[in-house]
């Protein structure tokens, strides 16, 4: 037998089945496009990626005949919903969360309610990136899709749903969308009626690790799926990747390199508000239970993937394999740190500061300047964002003498190396760095009895692969260049609004 792990990331969906022991048995990728309509409209076909997401767990069912798939769970990107019907039809495309649409709702929610009242409700910080605005902008502009729909699903409710499951979400998802009560651990009827939503257009809020269902047998046909493969709840992705990552107690942080790199620090209760405000940050759900976890996240992996598509078209063309591709640019990149400053700020940032209204800038460009230098200065800069958010964890009491790190970016041992450097901490990257993907096939070990517990689980599926160790001489040059990069967008900020 084996555990099925499902992630649907904003790029691209994955699944990977795991024997009982952690073996990676089969994994299959598939990769899709983000679709702009508009400028600054950003969407993903809802049917062409539920068609993808089924066409990885095939060819993996495929490949696992003789160890048959038991149990199945689904990491996802959190925010985008998409409409469906109860007889299981998808209405229209899911709004991504760097869509802009929706802002002048949040702005009109602030005067119902303030910051600090919400956030003792839903601890999130109010912006645009947030399910709440897009599906208020839905309502307002496409009335008829709204009126139809029964269910607004998040993108691990939907693939339970359209596998044959319930209409159900994850607290960790159902955190997303801005109507959800973290101490009720439910919807908020106060934010339901300030945003006249109707509960009913909305799945029912329960714990990761609850069996939504089984495969239905069309499905399971369709996928070369047994029957009766369970259908374990899992949740938002980085809660699942500080699982696949090996935590299951409160007090350390996962680094999560994927589109966004998250660093994702649990606790074992609600931290208080005044602080976590203060520094930007949330509080979720984990996805075991009576833990919490925050995010302090930016743009990462998507600009590295901006530079392999502006820079390294034709050696794409030549080079199939991805992480050929990104191992050949890499190899390109100086030893020592680069001279060039970038300003992550391509799209919407992350906390503290919310930036949604900026562009990215690369500072110091010379004729004699190389590609490689570019894409070191960018995996540079994309870590330099993070390091004030380091200082606000210790007041938090998180241990940040080292970080785990997951995610597509954690195959890089570049930029691992980078990171050690500019933190001055050790990186420690996993065998298997797709974490997010290993925590829902954990989660589905623990909800069905392979695991007696989680510490069993990630006993079994979590092991290291190395170690990378900070050079304290490139640290000491780091220390001086993020002082440079801290005045950037200071300098430049009234010049790269649009």
């Known amino acids: 037998m084996s555990l099925l792990g499902i992630d649907v990331g904003t790029t691209g969906c994955k699944a990977a089945a795991f024997s009982e022991d952690g073996i990676c048995l089969a994994s299959a990728y598939r990769e899709y496009e983000i679709l702009h309509s508009h400028s600054d409209w950003a969407e993903l076909d809802s049917r062409k990626v539920l068609a993808l997401v089924k066409s990885s767990i095939a060819e993996v069912a495929t490949q696992t005949s003789k160890d048959p798939i038991t149990a199945l769970s689904v990491s996802s990107m959190g925010e985008s919903m998409t409409p469906v019907t109860k007889d299981r039809k998808i209405l229209e495309n899911c709004i991504l969360s760097s869509d802009i649409r929706g802002g002048e709702y949040i702005e009109s929610l602030l005067k119902e309610i303030d910051q600090q009242s919400f956030y003792e409700i839903n601890p999130n910080i109010l912006g645009l990136n947030y399910s709440l605005p897009k599906l208020l902008w839905l309502r307002q502009h496409n009335p008829e899709c709204y009126a139809k729909t029964y269910k607004f699903l998040l993108w691990g409710d939907l693939i339970t749903f359209m596998l044959g499951g319930e209409a159900v979400t994850s607290y960790s998802l159902a955190n997303r969308t801005l109507f959800f009560d973290i101490r009720k651990e439910d919807w908020s009827d106060k934010l339901l009626t300030i945003n006249k939503i109707s509960r009913e257009k909305l799945p029912k809020p329960v714990p990761s690790g609850t069996i939504a269902g089984t495969v239905s047998n069309r499905i399971a046909k369709e996928l070369n799926l047994d029957s009766e493969v369970k259908i374990v709840v899992g949740g938002h992705d980085q809660c699942c990747n500080s699982l696949g990552a090996g935590i299951y107690k409160a007090g350390t942080a996962v680094c999560g390199i994927g589109t966004f790199e998250c660093i994702t620090p649990t606790y074992n209760h609600i931290p208080d508000s005044s602080l976590m405000i203060k ?123 080292e970080f785990v790190a997951t995610g597509g970016g954690a195959k890089s041992s570049h930029w691992l190396q980078i990171k050690a450097d500019i933190f001055g901490i050790p990186f420690v990257r996993p065998c298997i760095t797709e974490a997010s993907i290993l925590g829902v096939a954990i989660l589905a070990g623990i909800s069905t009895g392979v695991f007696k517990d989680p510490e069993e689980g990630v006993r079994c599926f979590v092991k290291r692969d190395a170690i990378f160790e900070p050079n304290f001489t490139r640290h000491k040059i780091y220390l001086e260049k993020l002082e440079r990069y801290r005045k950037l967008f200071p300098l430049l900020k009234d010049f790269l609004s649009s």
């Open 279 to 401: 520094n930007g940050l949330n509080i979720e759900h984990h996805v075991l239970p009576n833990l919490f976890v925050s995010f302090i996240y930016n743009q990462a992996g998507s600009l590295v993937r901006w530079f392999r598509d502006t820079f390294a078209l034709a050696d794409k063309k030549i080079i199939k394999d991805e992480d050929n591709i990104y191992e050949r640019l890499s190899n390109e990149m100086p030893v020592e740190p680069s001279n060039l400053l970038v300003l992550p700020y391509f799209e919407m940032t992350g906390p503290p500061d919310f930036v949604s209204d900026a562009s990215g800038v690369i500072v110091g460009l010379k004729t004699s300047t190389t590609r490689g230098e570019i894409l070191k200065a960018i995996m540079e800069c994309t870590t330099f964002y993070f390091a004030d958010s380091l200082n606000a964890l210790g007041e938090i009491g998180i241990d940040t003498s």
